[in-house]
């Protein structure tokens, strides 16, 4: 079957012969149900509109709710109203025509040039607001027709809906005009002016900006609910509509009896205003109208409006079925490639098996099983669903034949799609082969946090089935996680191994440990491997070259301390890696080497293997670590960020030198001796060479920290490998947390009448402690005005924090908005697809995709000669 | 033994030619290897190139887009330069990407002649002639009000140190002042006396003499003259390409600014695009961010295809979308609708967010495929 398409959809105005010709039924009765209720004939619920009631039927077509899309009907106005949406246009309209002969107040050839020029324009794709506005302005001027020869008056448009005449220049007195006066001068502007204005004449006469009749949408589109108290509440554009027709019923009743001008007049007002606020309620200039609970109503513009409105609400992103959302938590033993789906939602969830000869019995199978996987429902092929129960699966599976389709459970090897909010990038959705499991949790291997940017404090993940076979190999090729590793957006690794992974790798190839074979056959038990070497003892790398794919590279870990010279193999920190042909000769693996962002080693099998053989690489790799980690212990406790008293002692006294050399320069402030430095007052010199003093002495504080902590504590192994936390973090809990700011600088809001920060201070103090210097430590506890401090820096990150999501979010918005409609093409450009502009001759001016880019570059062109040559460096 | 021969078989970008090059003459290997080696780099080449029918517009929006959550908000105190303000993190991206006309800190890069770099003394004259001196920088001002009179000291320090001579000044107050008032100098003091009698219009002359720009460029607010390598280079703290490009001394092909609008002006849309590129790198780099330089130059790309700046938006690419429906499912829903009805606009549902809306697939990676076949036919 061809898929068809919808060629084009074309915008035009609705004429009030079209409303007419439309609609189904005159309304005229403002009552909706009579007393029985049943929908009142000529009202709003007429069932010539449609039915939303069960028992009942169409008038029009027959059909029964649900069936029956809904018919429009319309409403004969008593007087011309104005469209809100339109005002402008008519004031633009009015101003720039003849009030006498209705002819543009320019010459025809004038004319003709700017009509040519937005013709040009069109044809381009750009924008013709520019000339729009620049005939605005020209026929506004005019104080004579140049057609007819009549003098012109100013006109003013009073938002939303009013437009007045100014009959006399001097006095500035105004004249109304009313909806049927602007009517009547609209009808006179010839169709040949119409393209000066941007109006298409073959799509609107200027007139239908005045309505005469009013198109009531079908029933469908504002079904009334029945509340718990069995009372019928109407939507907010019945409501609307119902005010519409009894003013309209008024006025025809008043002008019928001959009611004075005022009362016509008014009623003419109040049928304008419930008209503006039924298109939109959001109108400045009118208050808008309410609901009686004080609520404002939901017309038409705010249906469509907005975040949650029809187009980004309902149009652009749908509701959808065959999907599940529940927490997630890790599972190590699951592959990276996996998801563990709990039994509740497999069972829950469904996937199509599209009978055809071959696969009948396999079919069949799903139908006479009794647990899970089951079949749970068979749609004939007249398009019948039958839940399939115990009672008639044996009939049912008789019956089966080709053409049939089978919904059965979900199980195991299942290709689903796994997704976590806010899905920022294209690794936020990926494919997932299903593990159903015990227990009511996703589980996810934590190898693949990093793309979804998930951890496990509650997080929610959603899932979805792919349901026909195109969409299930496009995800099993396209969408699988092993697909993803390398991150499009800068050409690395983007899953791998993290925190516990991480240390257990540190702790396993650092040095030249060794273990017995019982140790090494029990960090390997979880990993397949058919063949291994028999020895007595295995060192750490040995073993976890075992794992190692064959590849050959060279690099710096994370844990090198960016020595002068790199001393390469003779590192005594063990700090370079050395691999070749897939064996750890030298070095300790830590996050370059396989962690998410920076994995070089993961990298290079990608490179090299492909996506299969680095999906096992990353799948052994986490359990071989973690089963390390398990076996050897690590752990961190309050007492491992404790430092001997000497080391206490050294920071007090760098720290209060520090506090006295601040003190020292206040001092040179105050009696003028401080030189600022170039471009700067002396006050900014100060706080900057302050802030710097302090800066530093947190610096030196933190590294005396760290000596006497050494390389055995776990806190330290954490931040040295890269699996979790800095020394900056360390330095904080243990010697000292430093100086604290607002927008940059020092602490200074507080007490402005004092010019202090809190009480606890003299009047322009600058010292260190008075504005936010924290000397104290994490681990020995902050004193209460510190504690203030931390907490006045503290809030500003979470406001940042606040405000910088929403931001970056309409940013990511806007570009995709702009960028989405782009695509390579076969020849190589990169073109827009509705205007077929082409933007890039070559993509990235090297055609060469950045996934698989060698981190931006085209190519590995040194991996390729050393290949060749077979030369080391 | 020259490899160019080998490579000019093979339509390789230049910058791949380069490296290779460079490569094979490192390690001089024999004509056959060398052709095996560039072979192999053409293979490679080829594989790694992007697949037709790639949503690359997509793919750069959310690289450039989703490292965007982990970047400051704060104004920092340097960048490179210690002195200068300089917005950076998000809110510059946000600034480059919305084109917006007058950057929150505007600063220029401003490289000199030869004649003038090598010489701290001769930067410091072109420096002068850059930096905005106003009146109050070099002289004493103060208001008489019973001669309803305002008089001018002149400060000759200052005035030496900018390299201002009294004629100078003389001429720049005479201009400022016009017909209002007129200027009588006595012993080296200038006094303006107003020739209306009015305590309004004295102490606005007062203000705009206080602000008088005798010497320099009205935007540029502070120069910096820092020695960079062999050479001294001026940073300033606001902008002005074009009134900086005539400053004698100023090595223009080597000055820049950061005011993208400014390049686009003075410079054209070509290096408006190159100008674009840069600050996003520079801005996301400096967050230590990794973003591929082929996203920023898509984004760049599409911000100046038609050679016009378009902001990436509203007012820029995003609003001037050929589609309505893309339009309004964008912003401004409603008037989208209205003009479009009021123009006889067609929406030929050739994008992305149409074909969603009405519920059809896209024209995008595998659903650009045109090829299908056709079942119950079997061999
Ligand atoms: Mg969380
Ligand atoms: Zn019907
Ligand atoms: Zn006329
Ligand atoms: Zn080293």
Redesign the pocket.
């Known amino acids: 079957m061809y898929p068809k398409r919808i060629s084009a959809i074309k915008f035009e105005v609705l004429s009030p012969q079209e409303m007419r010709r439309m609609s189904v039924a005159k309304l005229n009765n403002p009552e909706t149900y009579d007393d029985d209720g049943f929908p009142v004939e000529g009202g709003l619920m007429d069932t010539r509109l449609g039915v939303i009631d069960p028992g009942l039927k169409c008038k029009t077509c027959g059909g029964k709710y649900g069936e029956c899309p809904g018919h429009f009907g319309h409403i004969e106005l008593a007087a011309p109203v104005i469209h809100v949406g339109y005002a402008k246009i008519i004031a633009r309209l009015l101003s720039g025509t003849c009030r006498e002969c209705g002819r543009i107040l320019m010459k025809d050839d004038r004319r003709d040039k700017f009509i040519r020029e937005i013709e040009r324009l069109k044809a381009l794709g750009q924008s013709y607001e520019d000339v729009l506005k620049e005939i605005f302005r020209i026929t506004k001027a005019a104080k004579k027709c140049p057609h007819c020869g009549a003098e012109q008056l100013e006109i003013k448009f009073e938002k939303p809906t009013s437009f007045y005449e100014v009959i006399d220049p001097e006095t500035k007195e105004e004249q109304k005009l009313t909806p049927k006066d602007v009517r009547e001068r609209l009808e006179k502007i010839p169709n040949d002016d119409l393209p000066a204005f941007g109006l298409d004449p073959k799509s609107v006469r200027p007139e239908w900006f005045v309505l005469t009749v009013l198109p009531v949408p079908p029933v469908t589109v504002r079904p009334s609910i029945i509340l718990e108290t069995g009372q019928r509440s109407e939507d907010d554009l019945t409501h609307k509509l119902v005010d519409i027709i009894r003013i309209n019923q008024r006025f025809l009743e008043n002008r019928d009896t001959g009611a004075p001008q005022q009362i016509l007049e008014d009623l003419w007002e109040l049928l304008q205003y419930h008209i503006t606020t039924y298109f939109d309620n959001e109108v400045s200039g009118i208050p808008p109208a309410r609901h009686r609970s004080g609520r404002p109503l939901k017309t038409l513009a705010q249906r469509l409006k907005g975040k949650d409105g029809r187009f980004r609400g309902s149009l652009s992103g749908k509701r959808v079925n065959f999907s599940a959302r529940t927490v997630i938590s890790p599972d190590p033993c699951i592959s990276i490639c996996e998801v563990g789906v709990p039994e509740e939602v497999a069972k829950e969830l469904s996937v199509p098996i599209f009978v055809t000869p071959n696969n009948l019995d396999f079919a069949r199978e799903f139908l006479r099983r009794r647990e899970s996987p089951k079949a749970s429902y068979v749609i004939r092929p007249d398009g019948k669903r039958i839940r399939v129960i115990d009672s008639n699966r044996e009939e049912i599976a008789e019956k089966l034949e080709p053409g049939w389709v089978v919904e059965r459970e979900l199980m195991d090897g299942d290709v689903v799609l796994f997704n976590r909010q806010p899905s920022l990038h294209r690794m936020s959705i990926m494919a997932h082969y299903v593990r159903v499991l015990p227990y009511k949790t996703f589980r996810l291997n934590p190898a693949v946090c990093p793309p979804y940017n ?2 496990f ?3 929610e993940m959603n899932l979805h089935v792919p349901q026909s076979l195109e969409a299930q190999a496009e995800a099993k090729i396209l969408m699988a996680v092993q697909e993803h590793v390398l991150s499009p957006r800068f050409g690395g690794p983007i899953i791998g191994g993290i925190h516990d992974h991480i240390t257990g790798l540190y702790l396993l190839t650092r040095g030249e440990k060794k273990f017995s074979k019982e140790e090494a056959m029990d960090f390997l038990r979880a990993v397949d491997l058919s063949e291994i070497p028999a020895k007595e003892e295995y060192t750490g790398k040995e073993i976890f070259s075992f794992i190692l794919p064959k590849i050959s590279i060279r690099f710096k870990a994370e844990i090198c301390q960016g020595c002068a010279v790199c001393k390469e193999e003779k590192c005594e920190n063990d700090a370079f890696v050395v691999i070749e042909d897939g064996k750890l000769l030298k070095g300790t693996i830590d996050e370059k080497a396989v962690g998410a962002f920076k994995g070089i080693v993961i990298d290079e099998i990608m490179r090299k293997f492909g996506a299969a053989v680095t999906r096992k690489f990353i799948d052994d790799m986490t359990k071989l670590a973690i089963r390390v980690i398990t076996r050897l212990g690590f752990t961190i406790g309050i007492d491992d960020e404790d430092i001997p008293k000497e080391a206490v002692q050294q920071i007090e006294e760098t720290i209060s030198e520090a506090e006295k050399r601040a003190e020292e320069l206040i001092k040179a402030y105050r009696e003028g001796n401080l030189e600022p430095m170039p471009g700067r007052s002396v006050e900014e010199t100060l706080e900057m060479r302050i802030m710097q003093e302090l800066g530093k002495a947190r610096d030196r504080a933190g590294k005396i920290a760290g000596r006497y902590l050494g390389m055995d504590n776990s806190a330290v192994i954490m931040a040295v490998s890269g699996a979790r936390g800095s020394m900056l973090n360390l330095t904080q809990m243990a010697a000292c947390i430093g100086q604290q700011s607002v927008r940059g600088e020092r602490l200074t809001r507080g007490y402005a009448y004092t010019h202090r920060t809190t009480s606890h201070f003299k009047p322009m103090d600058l010292g260190a402690k008075a504005k936010g210097f924290v000397r104290s430590s994490y681990k020995s506890g902050l004193s209460p005005i510190e504690f203030f401090f931390h907490a006045a820096g503290g809030r500003e990150g979470l406001v940042d924090t606040a405000v910088r999501t929403s931001q970056s979010g309409y940013l990511q918005r806007r570009m995709i908005n702009a960028l989405q409609d782009l695509k390579v093409e076969y020849d190589g450009t990169v073109r827009e697809q509705t205007s077929g502009v082409i933007v890039q001759f070559k993509y990235g001016e090297d055609g060469v995709d950045p996934m698989k880019s060698f981190r931006g570059k085209a190519l590995d062109v040194k991996r390729i000669v050393k290949e060749v040559m077979g030369v080391k460096e | 033994m020259s490899y160019d021969a080998i490579l000019k078989e093979y339509p390789l970008p230049p910058s791949v030619k380069q490296e290779i090059k460079e490569e094979l003459e490192r390690l001089k290997p024999k004509k056959n290897v060398a052709k095996k080696i560039v072979d192999l780099c053409y293979q490679a080449y080829l594989s790694n190139l992007i697949e037709p029918g790639e949503a690359v517009g997509i793919v750069a929006a959310q690289s450039i887009g989703e490292p965007g959550t982990q970047m400051t908000m704060r104004t920092f105190h340097y960048a490179g330069v210690a002195e200068l303000n300089v917005t950076l993190g998000l809110p510059r991206l946000i600034e480059i990407l919305d084109v917006r006309k007058n950057p929150s800190t505007p600063m220029m890069t401003i490289r000199l002649l030869p004649e003038y770099a090598k010489d701290r003394d001769k930067a410091r004259e072109v420096a002068n002639r850059i930096e905005a001196t106003h009146l109050k920088d070099v002289a004493e001002i103060e208001v008489d009000l019973r001669e309803m009179s305002i008089t001018i000291k002149p400060d000759r320090e200052a005035m030496n140190k900018k390299d201002l001579t009294i004629d100078e000044l003389r001429e720049k107050i005479e201009k400022s002042i016009k017909k209002g008032a007129e200027l009588i100098e006595e012993k080296g003091i200038f006094v303006v006396k107003v020739k209306k009698d009015s305590y309004k219009v004295l102490m606005d002359t007062f203000e705009e003499l206080k602000e008088l720009v005798v010497m320099g460029i009205k935007e540029i607010k502070r120069v910096i003259i820092r020695k960079e390598g062999e050479e001294y280079v001026l940073y300033t703290e606001g902008s002005s390409m074009k009134k900086v490009m005539k400053v004698k001394g100023v090595d223009f092909t080597r000055t820049i600014t950061n005011d993208i609008y400014e390049i686009y002006e003075v410079l054209g849309i070509e290096a408006a695009r190159t100008a674009i590129i840069n600050e996003a790198i520079s801005t996301l780099e400096e967050q230590g961010l990794e973003v591929d330089v082929r996203h920023i130059m898509l984004v760049a790309d599409v911000m100046t295809a038609d050679g016009e700046l378009r902001q990436i938006g509203r007012h820029g690419v995003a609003g001037e979308k050929q589609s309505i429906l893309a339009r309004a499912a964008f912003e401004m829903t409603v008037n989208n609708l209205l003009d479009a009805a009021v123009r006889g606009e067609v929406d030929y549902l050739k994008g992305i967010t149409e074909n969603i809306i009405i519920g059809q697939p896209i024209k995008l990676g595998t659903g650009d495929v045109e090829l299908i076949a056709r079942l119950g036919v079997r061999r």
């Open positions: 998930a951890d404090d509650g997080d």
